[in-house]
């Protein structure tokens, strides 16, 4: 997923993402660090973020910065 798809579903879900279309658990970190990345571009406050095993799902609590 790119940078840009997670702000707009971040966006469109009003900051709370579940995320479930994953099929490894490099992906799901892949997922996070996208989130991270965002929040350090002062686009996002990530506020929590929560990786699941089975099925895999991450699972991101966000709010917008003003």
Do not use: R
Request: net charge negative; proline share 2%; charged share 35%.
């Amino acid at each position: 997923m790119k940078k840009e798809d997670l702000l707009d579903l971040i966006t469109e879900s009003n900051g709370e993402v579940k995320i479930s279309s994953i099929s490894t658990t490099e992906e799901c970190e892949d997922l996070i660090h996208l989130a991270k990345t965002l929040e350090s571009e002062g686009k996002i406050v990530l506020l929590e973020y929560c990786m699941e095993q089975e099925p895999l799902i991450v699972s991101l609590k966000t709010k917008k910065t003003t």
